[in-house]
RNA sequence: GCGCCUGUGGCGAAAUUGGUAGACGCGCUAGACUUAGGAUCUAGUAACGCAAGUUGUGUAGGUUCGAGUCCUAUCAGGCGCACCA
């Protein structure tokens, strides 16, 4: 009988679906696991071989802990709303649920034709109501609290507005991005609308005028991880710097939690390593500069106290609250015009100019420690969005500073000893403190570690600073002025300010729209929502929510995906807890994985969550590259060059779709009819044959490369498919798709198979089975159980190759071997392994078979054999019976008598025996 | 510039964590078988050499009886952050 793989597979998953073999339930009686993929944004390209990979992985480990006993959750569902659908939308008019629905069945299709053990009652997609509702719910309670610094958590804002009746202002420890200070008498004798924008400063959500990303060519604003280079993410376009009133998410008041909590999770070192740079942590000292004639002073912020005596000017950003300040009549104008200038450059053009620029203010600040003078310079290279937006420059020992100082011919004053200072700075932390004291401060002999300590201590002292602890992460900003997306739970009333709806009124359902396009009037596309306004009549938000909205809690839905009294029940959270392990790309580092945790703390504060982190342990797939071919056409004509005479000719390079290509070898036929532009091509050939060229690339639509797994499950089956996957190399590796390899997985399948049937009858027994058949499955049952715990499974494939091939050889036809096999392949092949279980005579479905244990016992060696060396060359060899801890004694003993009678009666020096098998003799 | 990761056959990769490097698969070579297939089976396959043997884990040192593995330096590739004070 042949392995029809087709048949088998059909077979069985109509058999999980109608039996319902992947429901899973709360079971108090059995330890719980959590198995969880990044849920996908359903493209219009469908699934492609490289998306399974992490998915596969997964599966297996699911399948795994489900055979150890575990109550396994595994669900998976759709990242729903995505610029893609939108933009198809506008394109064509047809509405982005469509798009999207469709997308989502062709991708339940691919999915589920590869086995998968998913539970599928608890799919989510985040543009339904059902679950989006919770998504403004978290958003509203986001509203309604601040951060308090004290206790470090989320309280709710009106804690805060009793405090301030009572207090004002005065020492109240809450996270803030303004510098304003009020007493209680000014904050009660505010008018609603004034409190309502000042609580805006407070607020974890809140509105406000921050710097944003603008990218006009998508006709939106975007996060932080959304802008690469000065570019959008999605679609390459430009992104300018701006000041908007936008809605954010106050995430660095998080940035400490975020960092530390880092230590308490099991993710690589490298994916904490990058959230470690985006959070930025970064410990220094505020200082106050006193200005010259004023005041005011100038709050600074360095990591180098220590080189106060070297600060030769001050630097503001062009954005700083400062610079109007600071501005004198006479440069007045050369000021205006420089802040002109910076205004109408993109970052991305600030970033390549990387031109020394900048304006003198007209103004002198003190250095607070020398007494000294220096003018305040205002200019692009201090960034307004760090620290205070104003710096102490030290020409000597920063890099930066020195560009500056050279270009406008300031002092630069050398700190630290041996430092040449006349070609660059020396910006390292270390040497011995020159130039650096007077009656105030001693700092001369230091080490600079000792002098920064030294310093802070003196500016706490002294009363003119403090020492400070600065993060990079920014607040993210969280509206989009495009249709698809979560609306807003907020209406604007009388007073034009924004307030929250009642939770009763969720889910606020995204309206109808003529078109997916912002309004006449610059409005994004709900303000062309008829009737769009709250029970109470006032007008409803206009902005809808990010990509990151519906992402940031999902995890906890599955948990409870049907519950519409709570994002997760009390009860089932409990149960579920957190994520034990999460399987996705890398490429969420700053993005998704940082707003989970942050999302996850917030519902942490308050009760809703009782983990602080939502995924315990996080693996990271690689990509499977794709293989591209390209055809060379001579510039300007319609022929076509083989590969290796193309440097004959002016060519271009052209994209060929792989499935016209075989070993590199062009169908030419094939190629004319693949596009009327191609069906008069004339070709230059070699050998009578095209040859083309190729290149490993990212796997696209628009590089023709892009192999569909309903092909391979097709032509090998879905089991070779998740095997070969695995068999690639490791899962966090990136690799090219090759398809030569898949031969061999499909070999090793096929020889399974026929290990158990002779004809078509099926040819095993009960009998007992040989003593090697019994090592030989007892290696696989350790090797694999060792190799899952470790996802290290392509080594795991090997494994079941070498075993198959052992029993295939010593011709083992003992069940109870085959049993433990089946058993150990189901992880990995689930549809074969639940074929040849019943053709076992099995009952149940072997997704409910334990797994076996392995018995050391049967991995022994009868004798066990070490090979002497005399100083590490090999000399001769001993057998020791095996058995017992006593063998290496035994070793020992017999290569001590061995080795004296090899020197001729004299004694080694020492024997030292090692655990595995060789003995070290030491003449 | 700062930080992190990775360097092993023609290719994807293993190596029980310091103990016979290259498991397993692809590819390749030779052969067998056959109703000629997108087959299957057997043997071989790190390099050099007819051999015994010698050399081999990016490079150079070091520790050790013994190093792919540990230490130091260096080179190459990948990733992240980047006027972040």
Not at 362 to 367: R, V
Not at 467 to 473: A, D, Q, S
Not at 518 to 540: D, S
Not at 881 to 908: C, F, I, M, N, Y
Request: with cysteine.
């Amino acid at each position: 009988m042949d392995y029809n793989f087709n048949e088998i597979e059909k077979k069985w998953q109509q058999y999980w679906k109608d039996n319902n073999t992947y429901k899973v339930d709360i079971d108090e009686s059995k330890p719980k696991f959590y198995v969880l993929d990044m849920f996908p944004y359903p493209s219009g390209a469908g699934l492609h071989v490289g998306h399974p990979l992490g998915y596969i992985a997964s599966d297996i480990y699911a399948r795994y802990k489900r055979q150890r006993g575990f109550n396994v959750l595994h669900p998976m569902g759709y990242d729903a709303y995505g610029l893609p659908a939108e933009q198809y939308a506008i394109k064509t008019g047809q509405h982005p649920e469509i798009t999207t629905n469709q997308n989502i069945k062709r991708y339940r299709e691919q999915l589920e034709k590869i086995g998968f053990c998913y539970d599928w009652d608890r799919e989510v997609r985040t543009c339904e109501p059902g679950y989006y509702k919770w998504t403004q719910w978290a958003f509203l309670q986001m509203f309604k609290s601040y951060y308090n610094t004290e206790l470090d958590k989320a309280r709710p804002i009106d804690e805060l507005v009793a405090y301030f009746e009572k207090n004002g202002s005065e020492g109240c420890n809450a996270h803030t991005s303004a510098n304003v200070e009020f007493t209680a008498d000014e904050w009660n004798a505010m008018t609603n609308a004034e409190r309502s924008q000042m609580l805006m400063n407070y607020r974890i959500a809140y509105l406000g005028n921050t710097m944003v990303n603008w990218c006009p060519k998508l006709g939106t604003v975007l996060a932080n991880d959304e802008v690469s280079e000065g570019l959008s993410v999605r679609g390459g376009y430009p992104v300018e710097q701006k000041v908007m009133r936008q809605w954010c998410l106050r995430v660095s008041a998080y940035a400490g939690r975020l960092l530390r909590d880092l230590d308490t999770i099991e993710w690589s070192e490298s994916i904490k390593e990058t959230q470690k740079n985006w959070i930025g942590y970064s410990e220094g000292a505020e200082m106050l500069f006193p200005i010259v004639g004023s005041d005011e002073q100038l709050l600074i912020f360095t990591t180098r106290a220590d080189t106060i005596f070297g600060v030769t000017f001050m630097v503001l950003a062009p954005e700083s609250e400062y610079v109007e300040q600071v501005v004198t009549p006479e440069q007045r104008a050369a000021v205006d015009a420089y802040l002109d200038e910076v205004k109408h450059k993109t970052e991305r053009e600030r970033m390549i100019e990387k031109k020394v620029s900048g304006v003198f203010s007209g103004s002198y600040a003190l250095n607070p420690v020398t007494g000294k003078e220096i003018p305040i310079y205002i200019s692009d290279y201090v960034l307004a969005g760090y620290g205070t937006g104003a710096i102490m420059a030290v020409p000597a020992h920063d890099s930066r500073d020195y560009a500056f100082a050279r270009h406008f011919d300031l002092p630069i004053i050398p700190l630290i000893e041996g430092a040449d200072v006349s070609e660059e700075s020396f910006d390292a932390k270390d040497g011995i403190m020159m130039n650096s004291s007077n009656e105030r401060l001693q700092l001369n002999g230091l080490q600079v570690k000792d002098a920064i300590a030294k310093t802070k201590e003196y500016i706490a002292e002294a009363g003119i600073g403090k020492v400070k602890v600065n993060y990079r992460l920014r607040d993210a900003i969280f509206s989009r002025q495009r249709y698809w997306g979560e609306p807003f739970p907020i209406y604007y009333d009388e007073d034009g300010q924004p307030q929250p709806l009642d939770e009763s009124e969720l889910p606020l359902q995204l309206p109808e729209v003529d078109k997916f396009l912002p309004t006449e009037t610059g409005e994004p596309p709900l303000g062309r929502a008829k009737n769009w306004v709250a029970a109470n009549g006032r007008p409803l938000e206009l902005n809808t929510m990010p990509g990151f909205a519906g992402s940031s809690a999902y995890y906890l839905r599955y948990m409870d995906p049907h519950n519409d009294n709570a994002l997760v029940s009390k009860e089932a959270d409990e149960y579920w807890r957190q994520v034990d392990l999460y399987v996705g790309g890398t490429e969420h580092a700053t993005g998704h994985l940082i707003y989970s945790r942050f999302w996850n703390k917030f519902l942490y504060d308050y009760g809703y969550v009782c983990e602080p982190e939502p995924f315990r342990k996080l693996v990271n797939q690689g990509m499977i590259q794709g293989r591209s071919n390209f055809v060379y056409r001579i510039k300007d004509t319609n022929t076509f060059v083989s590969y290796n005479l193309k440097n004959d000719y002016d060519t271009t390079q052209i994209h060929v779709d792989i499935n016209l290509v075989e070993n590199d070898i062009l169908d030419v036929e094939a190629f004319k009819a693949w596009s009327p532009e191609y069906a008069n091509a004339e070709f230059v050939l070699e050998n009578g044959k095209y040859i083309c060229g190729w290149a490993i690339e990212k796997m696209s639509k628009s590089m023709y490369n892009v192999v569909n797994p309903d092909d391979i499950v097709e032509r090998f089956g879905a089991d070779t498919l998740r095997l070969y996957e695995m068999f690639l190399g490791p899962v966090e590796a990136s690799k090219p798709w090759d398809p030569n390899n898949i031969g061999g997985v499909s070999r090793f399948l096929k020889r399974l198979w026929g290990l158990f049937f002779k004809g078509d009858e099926m040819q095993l027994v009960d009998e007992k089975p040989s003593a090697e058949a019994l090592k030989s499955i007892h290696k696989l049952i350790k090797k694999v159980t060792q190799d899952i715990e470790q996802f290290s499974y392509n080594t795991s494939v090997a494994a079941f190759m070498i075993c198959v091939n052992e029993l295939s050889t010593m011709k083992c036809k003992a069940k109870s071997v085959y049993r433990d096999l089946v058993v150990l392949l189901s992880p990995f092949a689930p549809h074969i392994a639940e074929e040849l279980w019943h053709v076992l005579g099995e009952q149940g479905t072997v997704c409910d078979a334990q797994w076996p244990q392995w018995n050391e016992d049967y991995l022994k060696e009868s004798v066990v054999k070490y090979t002497v060396l005399f100083n590490g060359k090999p000399r001769f060899n001993i057998e020791v019976p095996a058995g017992t801890a006593q063998d290496e004694v035994q070793a020992q003993a017999l290569a001590h008598e061995g080795a004296a009678r090899w020197l001729d009666g004299k004694q080694p020096k020492k024997v030292i025996v090692v655990p595995n098998k060789i003995v070290n003799v030491v003449v």
